[in-house]
């Protein structure tokens, strides 16, 4: 179906009497004749996701800019098994050209410095300024870095955090490919609710992975946890003592007595009851919504954007449209997975209210698996809808204590086979 600008003022007009549009959305953009102006802030699983779906579905009628910075995209998830030497690093990087040859995404490599949402612009890295009829803020996390004593961005760059994969994740690859037999990893978990939460524990397990392939019988990973217990922790705990007995020991705050100050310089970490000396130290501090959402004002008390379950737009914001890490979605786990279902809700009720096209009932999915020696993974996951005001599980699953070898392996592959699809519906 083509659009004219018949076609694109009736949609606006039917889509303002269905009660689609708020006050002012799209309206003068529409009476001007001009497509409706949709931008994008954040490449990730949600903003790109997103995008797509727009440009695809709506075919030309909406102006479609994706404002992301990175020429090309590390995916956290799997940055895992690149750890774990199950990938390369070039297998969970990924580009922008098929967006924007094949749909026409306009991609403005610059970051997003500020937000007016008065003026519904967004202020670019270098000043100049970019409008949207609606705006979708999807940054993912930024760490709180001063959330463990003595971490800092600087500091990073010596006990890196890994947690916004890329430079990070490939300094961290470095520095365990570098250990000698006998040496110690201190990893600090970080508090809830944070970025992927069987990440950290899927991290153990990699690290773990490639200490014993290399023999290292001495080498031990001690995990300081700011919580008292994590996702899958009976499987993850099953799985330490089956393939790396006696390596891994996590300690909740009621054995390490409360986590202190990090010291790049001497490498230990205190604790209640002493410091820990280690030869390498992942920290994994505390987390809240991208910076860039919490300088527009979308995010509440807790750091995170509150938004409506039925369409995750802002319940700060009207004209803004909030995905992924950053926002605050009910039972839905922080995920790639969870991005990338929340986006296709959002982009079918942008849509919708842009063009005037049919919105359907929000549904949302997500499945994380965690893979713990070869062949071995496990997995964890549920469906969502809109219920209470919130997004709420209507069923859940979890990987079970007894499964056999044969499940475990069909579960890796399901683990590979759901990677290579979703970076395909993300960026092909």
């Not at 309206?27 to 802030?41: E, K, M």
């Not at 995209?73 to 199950?86: E, K, M, R, V």
């Not at 020696?373 to 997995?379: E, L, S």
Request: charged share 20%; proline share 5%; aromatic share 8%.
């Amino acid at each position: 179906m083509s659009f004219t600008r018949r076609h694109v003022i009736k949609a606006g007009a039917v889509a303002a009497a269905a009660g689609l549009l708020p006050a002012g959305f799209v309206g003068p953009a529409i009476a001007q004749g001009a497509r409706p102006r949709l931008v994008v802030i954040g490449g990730g699983p949600g903003g790109a996701t997103l995008a797509k779906y727009v440009a695809r579905d709506s075919q030309g009628a909406v102006d479609v800019t994706l404002v992301e910075p990175k020429e090309r995209f590390a995916t956290c998830f799997h940055s895992n098994l690149y750890l774990g030497d199950f990938k390369g690093f070039d297998e969970i990087e990924h580009g922008y050209e098929q967006l924007t040859e094949g749909y026409g995404i306009k991609h403005v490599r610059q970051t997003a410095q500020a937000i007016d949402r008065e003026a519904k612009s967004v202020r670019l890295g270098d000043g100049s300024d970019i409008a949207y009829d609606h705006l979708v803020v999807a940054p993912g996390i930024d760490l709180i870095y001063d959330s463990v004593e003595g971490y800092s961005e600087d500091v990073a760059e010596r006990l890196p955090h890994a947690w916004q994969a890329g430079p990070q994740t490939q300094l961290l690859k470095a520095q365990l490919d570098a250990l000698e037999d006998g040496a110690q990893i201190v990893m600090i978990a970080p508090p809830n609710p944070y970025r992927c939460p069987p990440g950290p524990y899927e991290r153990v397990s990699m690290m773990a992975h490639v200490l014993k392939a290399k023999g290292h019988t001495r080498s031990r990973i001690l995990i300081l946890d700011q919580k008292d217990r994590f996702s899958k922790q009976a499987l993850f705990m099953q799985g330490w003592q089956r393939h790396y007995t006696g390596m891994v020991e996590w300690q909740d705050p009621s054995i390490h007595g409360g986590i202190g100050a990090v010291d790049a310089a001497s490498m230990s970490v205190e604790t209640g009851f002493g410091p820990y000396e280690a030869d390498l130290i992942n920290v994994i501090p505390a987390q809240r919504a991208g910076a860039i959402a919490v300088s527009a004002g979308l995010t509440n008390e807790t750091g995170y954007c509150p938004i409506l379950p039925e369409s995750m737009r802002s319940a700060i914001d009207e004209n803004v449209t909030v995905l992924g890490d950053a926002s605050i979605a009910g039972d839905m786990p922080k995920s790639g997975f969870s991005a990338n279902s929340q986006a296709k809700v959002a982009a079918n009720a942008i849509r919708a209210a842009l063009t005037g096209s049919r919105q359907f009932p929000a549904r949302y999915a997500n499945t994380c698996w965690s893979l713990i020696a070869t062949d071995d993974a496990v997995k964890v996951g549920g469906s969502y809808a809109p219920a209470d005001g919130k997004i709420t599980a209507t069923e859940t699953f979890v990987s079970q204590l007894e499964e056999d070898e044969a499940l475990r392996r069909q579960t890796q592959e399901e683990n590979i086979g759901w990677y290579e699809g979703i970076v395909a519906d993300i960026f092909a």
